[in-house]
């Protein structure tokens, strides 16, 4: 059973800083494209930055305050979140697209909520 375990979630005030992680299994890390995404209530679930071997993309809504890293020595993603609004508050989800020579198989965490207020 592969499991994501995700950390870092909590309360902070508008303009300040948090940093996710999302521990992945070795086995599975290094061929595999990874994802953050969140939802907030009564919304659907959307795709806030992903990341693959040679490229890193965003939603147009956190360019320039939200970077996407990993760090392969410790099998772990991060999404370090600057200068945040009361709009990203939502459940924050790690998500891992795992490339086999079987097939592609997803995975995901179990959420960490992030709350954005004053």
């Known amino acids: 059973q592969v499991q994501l375990v995700e950390s870092g979630g909590g309360l902070v005030q508008p303009g300040g800083s948090l940093r996710l992680s999302c521990t992945v299994p070795?086995?599975?890390?290094?061929?595999?494209?990874m994802g953050w995404y969140r939802q907030a209530p009564g919304k659907q679930r959307e795709l806030t930055a992903g990341?693959?071997?040679?490229?890193?993309n965003y939603a147009d809504s956190v360019k320039g305050r939200f970077t996407i890293s990993r760090d392969f020595a410790k099998s772990t993603m991060y999404l370090q979140m600057n200068s945040l609004k009361p709009e990203d508050t939502a459940v924050y989800y790690c998500?891992?697209?795992?490339?086999?020579?079987?097939?592609?198989?997803?995975?995901w965490g179990q959420g960490t909520q992030v709350t954005v207020s004053s």
């Open positions: 998500n891992v697209r795992y490339y086999s020579n079987y097939g592609t198989y997803e995975y």
């Open positions: 990341i693959t071997s040679g490229s890193t």
């Open positions: 070795e086995s599975i890390f290094s061929n595999s494209a």
